[in-house]
């Protein structure tokens, strides 16, 4: 929808994520009047809740290692799955990625990543689509942060994700101890305390991990 830029940027603040003070985002100051204001318009069309506008323990995660690693997207396609704000999708295009992709069902979450990369300086092509339709992706790096919060999209997410891992992909996965993460296949790169809100979590703190994602999960016993 062609008002969605005019809607971010009225009801979000430019600022900073815990983790990335390098970073500017188009943010929700606060959790509820953001949710208050979408409200009617989320019953009206179906849309799914603002969680573009808040920056995630998963994605912070996924950028800040990108940004003290920059040589794991240097010169490569990444892709930046179910992007929400686009902050991971940002954080490889400042770690000089060849092309950045960033895919979201969301047309709201579409609109803040275009206003979000322009903020910071960054390349990135949207994709509006579901990705996890079809097998055929071109990236060489693909990055997943808190995708694990639902048993619907966890499943169809890392059944995905690991199918690309299968043929050829490095999949990074950031998750701050979502109840669907997967348990096995995984090896830990790194781990990172996240400052949170209550307002969206249950503590003030996360420790969210930075995982590589296996083709397959290893074998019982």
């Known amino acids: 929808m062609s008002h969605w830029p005019a809607f971010i940027e009225a009801n979000t603040q430019i600022l900073s994520p815990p983790l990335l003070p390098e970073l ?6 606060e959790v509820t009047p953001l949710w ?34 920059p040589e794991l997207a240097r010169g490569r396609i990444v892709l930046d799955f179910a992007a ?5 999708a940002i954080a490889a295009a400042r770690a000089g990625a060849a092309r950045v992709l960033a ?15 322009a903020l910071n300086g960054a390349e990135v092509e949207i994709f509006a689509a579901d990705l996890t339709q079809s097998a055929d992706c071109a990236a060489e790096l693909i990055l997943a942060g808190d995708v694990c919060y639902e048993r619907g999209m966890a499943e169809g997410a890392i059944s995905w994700l690991r199918l690309q891992a299968r043929l050829g992909a490095t999949v990074l996965l950031a ?12 090896e830990e790169l790194a781990h990172y ?21 296996e083709a397959a999960a290893a074998p019982a016993g």
């Open 193 to 213: 305390r996240v400052p949170t809100s209550r307002d969206l979590e249950d503590s003030e703190e996360r420790r969210a991990v930075v995982w590589r994602l």
């Open 103 to 117: 895919s979201e069902i969301d047309p709201a979450a579409c609109a803040a990543i275009r206003l979000n990369a």
């Open 175 to 186: 998750d701050p101890g979502r109840a669907y993460r997967p348990q096995d296949g995984l």
């Open 36 to 69: 208050q204001a979408t409200e009617a318009l989320l019953e009206r069309t179906g849309l799914p809740p603002p969680f573009w506008a808040f920056a995630w323990p998963g994605g912070q995660a996924l950028a800040r290692h990108l940004l003290d690693r």
């Open 24 to 29: 500017r985002l188009y943010l929700a100051s």
């Open 84 to 88: 929400g704000s686009g902050i991971a």
